[in-house]
């Protein structure tokens, strides 16, 4: 079975400073791999995924993640924070099925 | 609708009290999730609907909670002789096949459950 975990739960960042936020996951097979959002007061939407190919995923709202086979890792990125990036990020993970694990999640609070 | 919807979007109930919460899924997509997010935990998977196939209930953390999804549409989530751990907001998701790899699964806004 699969676990993700999300190092830091809670990151606090000035606005268009970079920020990145850290996935752990175990699995003995392939996985896909996802990035979700969860902005105040909203449901949960995907920024990113990874499936195959290219371990460089790019996504919404300038976001990108890589994929590290070696070191189990699908850290997300971005370059340039805003205020709106104000949110709760959640990695996850599933083994060619269904199930999406979900680690704790990451506040980032963006502060001008 | 355009999104999944759920309802009510908040439940205040007392300890002991069977509730319902309700998941219109976005129309077309055969598959369903209910997950359950506590306050600093992650999302924990409870039940997924696939079509006409039989459901998987290996989330559901105990027999007090079932679910049903009838006409391969709605879906309800039923807990009964509801209990304080049973507090946490409850999401559903539906997407357009099973496999979460092919397409993503979109998230209603969830029902806050306070059980007092």
């Known amino acids: 079975a699969q676990s993700v975990t999300q190092l830091d739960s809670q990151v606090p960042v000035f606005e268009e400073a970079p920020v990145e936020l850290r996935c752990n996951y175990s699995?003995?097979?392939?996985?896909?791999l996802f990035w979700y959002v969860q902005y105040p007061n909203q449901g949960l939407q995907l920024l990113l995924k990874?499936?195959?190919?290219?371990?460089l995923v790019k996504g919404i709202n300038g976001f990108e993640a890589e994929f590290n086979k070696s070191q189990t890792s699908f850290h997300l990125r971005k370059p340039s924070v805003h205020i709106s990036d104000t949110a709760e990020y959640f990695c996850?993970?599933?083994?060619?099925?269904?199930?999406?694990?979900f680690g704790a999640g990451t506040t980032v609070t963006v502060r001008a | 609708g355009a999104g999944v919807s759920q309802s009510p979007s908040n439940k205040v109930t007392e300890k002991g009290k069977d509730v319902e919460l309700r998941c219109d899924p976005i129309?077309?997509?055969?598959?369903l999730y209910w997950y359950r997010q506590s306050l600093g935990q992650g999302l924990e998977f409870l039940i997924y609907?696939?079509?006409?196939?039989?459901?998987?209930k290996s989330g559901l953390p105990s027999d007090r909670f079932s679910a049903e999804r009838t006409g391969g549409s709605v879906s309800t989530l039923t807990i009964q002789r509801t209990q304080q751990e049973d507090s946490a907001v409850y999401l559903c998701?539906?997407?357009?096949?099973?496999?979460?790899?092919?397409?993503?699964?979109?998230f209603g806004q969830g029902t806050r459950l306070t059980v007092v």
């Open positions: 998701a539906s997407s357009l096949v099973a496999v979460v790899g092919d397409t993503e699964a979109f």
């Open positions: 699995s003995s097979v392939s996985v896909y």
């Open positions: 990874y499936l195959s190919g290219s371990t």
């Open positions: 996850a993970v599933s083994e060619n099925d269904y199930k999406l694990s």
């Open positions: 129309s077309g997509h055969t598959a």
């Open positions: 609907f696939q079509g006409n196939s039989a459901p998987d």
